[in-house]
């Protein structure tokens, strides 16, 4: 066996040159995108009024399972990629496990996560195409801070509608986008009917990530040469994020690595499908019988107690409807210190992966949570988002079954980005005031009860 290094970083040359299409493998697809005015598939062209072109027609691709990165993509993810894949020496030390763990680090940019990956590629196929400014929602910050960068580098005029409860929590966020050139607007606002409406009928909100998405469409739909663009859930997104699986797979490849275990947290489902990609592709095609499990909170269960129904992907009820896990776009998630992962609906990806069977689920409770990034800060250096210490938490105990049983497993989980804005978070970890909060059967039948009839 080769010797493997502490941190395998792959050279420029060993970069990826395509992105994975899971959907060009997958015996069954998931179901289309329908249009809510009249119940029928959205046509590319209904959906080019919203989104980019180039981004539609990737919607829409399920044939070719790879789809090369332009080379004026590739240029913006020299400067932050390949990120590293760090074998957690002291992890296992630790944890006194036969098992191997290995994770994927995408923290290492400024916007501290990976969703610059999907961003990078938005704002390049929006340039090519003559698009003169951009909105988007950001709840915890990540994403509008990732897109703030890439608009920035290609020249975009962006508004990011920032969730208001996030906006007043999080201020140094929203000075790194307005840093970048972007204006931060909290929502609900006055700049929009969607948000007077809610703020109408609601004055005192701190906002949702589905009432930001709603602000944000109706300013690109009424805007000319402006296009929304979403930082999670479509299968574009997903397509971007494959780079994260191109590169492990690599990584694997050339220091034999054979994982047994990958684990990623979900939220949308970006990350994640983006890390499995092409792992996905070979067992579906029979070629590998790796576990793969993604981690979700307790508090905002969408696979593990979701419907799998056609639903809004905003509270507004104006996007296009996806047949998704969903906890019903009327859920409200209890304030849950992972932002990134309160979103009623998933990927329908992930969904129909999981729905036939590819992967598992399973749901994690915030203490528990941060019991495992506090473990994994003070043992592997890295100060971890809150979102990404879910995968940590279910990588520590694969860990730990590999101990009783003696199993010398490799794990390999996605380490998504960096909790330095998350700081509130950790002080109330580490004052012991962070709650658990688990939705009722009650509390899930009022979201699934705003679910529509299809
Ligand atoms: C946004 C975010 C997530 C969750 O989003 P996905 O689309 O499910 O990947 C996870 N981790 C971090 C650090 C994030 O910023």
Redesign the pocket.
Known sequence: MKAIPYKIYLSENEMPRYWYNMKAVMKELPDPILNPATMKPCTQEELNQLFCTELVKQEFNTTDEYIEIPKGILDFYKMYRPSPLVRAYCLEKELDTPAEIYYKF??SNTS????LNSAAAQVYYAKEQGITSLTTETG?G??GTALSMACAYYNIDLTVYMVKISAEQKPYRKAVMETYGAKVIPSPSNTTEAGRKILAENPNTSGSLGCAISEAIEVAMKTKNCRYVL???LDH?LLH?SIIGQETKIACEKYDIRPDIIIG????????GGLIAPFIGEKIQGKSNVRIIGVEPASCPSLTRGKYAYDFGDTGRTTPLLKMYTLGSGFIPSPNHAG??RYHGM?PIISKLYHDGYIEACAVEQTKVFEAATLFARREGILP?P??AHAIKVAIDEALKCKETGEKKTIIFGL??TGYFDLAAYISYNEGTMTDYIPTDEDLEKGFATIPKV
């Open positions: 995408e923290g501290g996560s990976h969703k915890a990540q994403w930082g999670s859930v997104v994020q947290c979900v939220g949308g489902g970006s990350n994640f990134g992962l990927s988002a979102e990404s998504t980005g």
